[in-house]
Nanobody, 122 residues
Framework: VQLQASGGGLVQAGGSLRLSCVGS????????MGWFRQAPGNEREFVAA????????YYADPVKGRFTISRDNAKNTVYLQMNSLKPEDTAVYYC????????????????WGQGTQVTVSS
């Protein structure tokens, strides 16, 4: 599986961005998908995940109620809608895929995209 993340950028606090992650070489429909982020000097942290059919989603506490993960298996794409952005959301955001991940643990995910920078100004 190859993953390509996009959609990052610079936005003011309170604004919105939508990240996309497109898969290639293999259909993503059998995989759980996740989003992680890493700020400078910090470890990579879990943001959100969605099971293979979109029926169950998981969120880290800091983003609950503001971020929404979704997927379109027909388009081999996973999305992360980010609303009410805060400066502390500034990080490089990575998408990941795995057949049976431990959702909150970055070490358990097998496939990663290259990352897209999100910067939120105050």
């Amino acid at each position: 599986v190859q993953l390509q993340a996009s959609g990052g950028g610079l936005v003011q606090a309170g604004g919105s961005l939508r990240l996309s992650c497109v898969g290639s070489r293999r259909a993503l429909s059998g995989y759980a998908m996740g989003w992680f982020r890493q700020a400078p000097g910090n470890e990579r942290e879990f943001v959100a995940a969605i099971i293979w059919n979109g029926g169950i989603t998981y969120y880290a506490d800091p983003v609950k109620g503001r971020f929404t993960i979704s997927r379109d298996n027909a388009k081999n794409t996973v999305y992360l809608q980010m609303n009410s952005l805060k400066p502390e959301d500034t990080a490089v955001y990575y998408c990941a895929a795995d057949l049976r991940p431990t959702y909150g643990s970055s070490a358990s995910w097998d496939f990663w995209g290259q990352g897209t920078q999100v910067t939120v100004s105050s």
